[in-house]
């Protein structure tokens, strides 16, 4: 079946702008997860969905990054007047449910360099 | 968070097991050692995950020690594609999100 879908794949942007990345769970998987990478960083956690409530968006690095999902299915992130600091690899997970016990399947990510 | 640790880096030959190692000292007793691994300008994949028994599938082998402080991922015949940052982490048990935190992983080269 389908896997995570990430769009775009590339994309660049200037300063100052705002940018939407959007994420295709796999369908079915009420669990769904933003992860960032930067360059020579590790991953690190953003935000966690469970169906279309966020519980857990201890991740997010500033009141310029949001995400919402809807319909419990499609996630946006979205992030506000973007700094050079923000270019990352952005990475989208999902899995059956949250919690310790299920296993999260990821997309190939969305490079957003800013300018 | 349980944390882990794990070498930087290995190398192995191709055809042969690599075994990469991961310390979880103060690991709990109801968490699980989770292997992801992450292939050059790919997501991350998961690789096989246990509690206390050793586990394996088609992918790979995870023995786990008696006392559960550390675990080994046995690739049984590494390929050139096997090549990859591979993660050791420890889930957090009940209560909690699920997220996963990733360490710094071992950059396994797999040469010819």
């Known amino acids: 079946g389908a896997g995570v879908s990430q769009s775009p794949s590339n994309k660049v942007t200037e300063k100052g702008k705002d940018v939407e990345l959007r994420c295709d769970p796999i369908s079915g998987h009420t669990a769904l997860y933003w992860y960032r990478q930067s360059l020579g960083q590790g991953l690190e956690f953003l935000i966690y969905?469970?169906?279309?409530?966020?519980?857990?968006k201890s991740g997010l690095p500033s009141d310029r990054f949001s995400a919402e999902r809807t319909g419990g299915s499609v996630s946006t992130l979205t992030i506000q007047r973007t700094q050079q600091e923000d270019s990352a690899v952005y990475l989208c997970?999902?899995?059956?449910?949250?919690?310790?016990?299920?296993?999260?399947?990821f997309g190939a990510g969305t490079r957003l360099s800013v300018l | 968070d349980a944390k882990t640790t794990q070498p930087p880096s290995m190398d192995c030959a191709e055809g042969r097991a690599a075994n990469l190692p991961c310390n979880h000292s103060t690991i709990s007793g109801n968490e699980y050692v989770y292997w992801y691994r992450q292939i050059h300008s790919q997501g991350p994949q998961y690789i096989i995950h246990?509690?206390?028994n050793n586990e394996t599938n088609e992918m790979a082998s995870l023995i786990i020690t008696e006392d559960r402080k550390s675990s080994t991922l046995i690739l049984p015949h590494a390929t050139l594609r096997d090549t990859a940052v591979y993660y050791c982490?420890?889930?957090?048990?009940?209560?909690?999100?699920?997220?996963?935190?990733f360490g710094q992983g071992t950059t396994l080269q797999v040469k010819p």
């Open positions: 997970a999902s899995s059956l449910a949250g919690g310790d016990r299920n296993i999260q399947y």
């Open positions: 982490i420890v889930r957090v048990a009940s209560g909690n999100t699920g997220k996963l935190i």
């Open positions: 246990g509690l206390k």
């Open positions: 969905f469970q169906g279309n409530s966020a519980p857990d």
